[in-house]
């Protein structure tokens, strides 16, 4: 034992940092939390690598004081504030109707096409994302609106629910969103920068979807039938309803973009609106104590991700993992882009086993690293570079790319949480059910994911026109 314990003492950092990582990952497979599988193994980490140098006794002291500390740090940043402003724009949207204002909106627009009111949840998904960083919280308001709309007018029930799963992904793209945020201040990037370059690829991969739904609609036509077209009148008379989502999306934009305001203000004004919205039309104390305490719920669940995964990261730090990892990917005989296929590869994979924000957090510490140091490094010019984009170029077109993978988790299967919520919410859709009718939506990822690779203008374009890329 003394032998073994010696041994574990002798062993390098980087060995330190692969054995702990490897614990983590099983501990996340038995299916532990990621927030306490990262914590446990972070806080084990260091504990380890302090013994080494200090003796157990004081090294344990010294872990114990800094995985007490990093959460307070970390978590009271000012731009982890924009997280919880942004989901209370997405429950407030919902209780002042505009879910179904935009839903109804859309019908009337598009219903007539094949597959119409597929295509109508997708764009009105869309539309609430922009008002919403929650793509769980999307899910489950349009499983309640749009799927009973579907069934009634006999749309594959599968089908119908995989439409709701898949368009509620949308949010983890379309600013304002969550995970943009979080990958925004785990690469010390900018939070306006990035939710802006999130705006077109959210918007392009809409209109992939609303194509992938028309063309199955064609190709089965019981699929998807249409709705009863509308005339002009009866269009025009559903816009007003749904303008306050374009009032917010404008004061987000102009406040950003503009640089008005931060993005912290622009989500703490869009939240004011929505809550005088929906006062004005009569949300009683009920359904506003709702609306804070699911923001609260949904807020805490990524804060308790963010605090155990950060003190996993401050451990990488010591344990030198990203710099050897970023060393290792640099060393590789191979063309840069085929290196960051097969990285996207592996998150697809991970993210059948874990959640969108946890993959993220864990990953991203030692892969942006990695990413960079493909490129060219941090200081590389767009003309020299693996890419042909700067660094801050690379920082923001692969966090776009990597926010697009992880909306995958949200629809795969055994985690997919998209398709659990809905599932949840529509008893007379299974989970299996939702599983099946999402599998078309994964060429269309696919598709959207090769369209920003070939074509990383479209994500950098609205940043560049900021200063940046």
Not at 82 to 92: E, K, M, Q, V, W
Not at 191 to 198: I, R
Not at 232 to 239: E, M, P, T, V
Not at 385 to 400: P, Q, Y
């Amino acid at each position: 034992m003394s032998n073994l314990f010696d041994a574990m003492m002798a062993m390098s950092h980087t060995e330190i940092g692969i054995w702990v990582t490897g614990a983590m990952l099983l501990f996340v497979l038995i299916g532990v939390r990621v927030a306490f599988a990262a914590a446990l193994a972070g806080f084990l980490g260091l504990v380890w690598i302090f013994s080494a140098k200090l003796g157990f006794e004081r090294g344990f002291l010294v872990a114990v004081k800094m995985a007490g500390t990093i959460p307070h740090s970390k978590v009271s940043t000012l731009a982890l504030s924009l997280i919880p402003a942004f989901i209370l724009i997405g429950f407030l949207a919902y209780h002042a109707g505009l879910t179904r204002s935009l839903f109804e909106a859309a019908k009337r627009w598009v219903g007539w096409l094949p597959g119409g009111m597929g295509v109508a949840t997708v764009f009105s998904t869309a539309g609430f994302a922009a008002v919403s960083g929650a793509s769980v919280a999307t899910s489950a308001v349009f499983a309640r609106i749009a799927v009973p709309e579907m069934l009634k007018l006999g749309y594959d029930k599968r089908f119908a629910a995989g439409v709701v799963a898949a368009g509620g992904t949308l949010a983890s793209l379309i600013p304002p969103s969550a995970i943009l945020v979080i990958y925004a201040i785990i690469v010390e990037q900018d939070v306006g920068a990035l939710l802006m370059a999130g705006f077109l690829p959210g918007m392009v991969s809409a209109l992939i979807y609303a194509g992938l739904v028309i063309g199955l609609a064609k190709w089965r036509r019981n699929l998807g039938p249409p709705a009863p077209r509308y005339d002009w009148k009866a269009r025009l008379a559903a816009l007003p309803a749904a303008l306050p989502v374009l009032i917010v999306v404008g004061i987000i934009f102009v406040c950003i973009y503009g640089g008005v305001g931060t993005p912290t203000e622009a989500g703490s004004l869009g939240a004011f609106v929505i809550l005088c919205l929906a006062l004005y039309k009569g949300m009683r104390w009920k359904e506003l104590r709702g609306a804070l305490l699911e923001t609260a719920k949904l807020t805490v669940m990524i804060f308790t991700i963010i605090w155990g995964v950060l003190i996993y990261v401050r451990f990488l730090g010591f344990a030198d993992l990203p710099h050897a990892f970023a060393e290792w990917i640099g060393g590789l005989h191979q063309s840069p882009m085929v290196t960051l296929l097969l990285i996207l590869c592996a998150y697809a994979v991970l993210g059948m086993f874990m959640d969108a924000i946890g993959m993220l957090l864990l990953t991203l510490p030692v892969v942006y690293p990695a990413v960079i140091a493909l490129n060219g490094g941090p200081d590389v010019v767009a003309a020299e570079s693996a890419f042909g984009l700067s660094a801050v170029g690379v920082s923001i077109w692969f966090g776009i790319i990597v926010v697009k993978m992880a909306e995958l988790c949200l629809i795969t299967p055994p985690i997919g949480l998209n398709c659990f919520v809905v599932a949840g919410v529509r008893p007379e859709c299974s989970v299996q059910d939702v599983f099946r009718g999402v599998v078309p939506f994964f060429a269309a990822d696919v598709t959207t994911i090769g369209v920003l690779i070939a074509l990383p203008q479209i994500v950098l374009w609205l940043p560049s026109q900021m200063g940046f890329g």
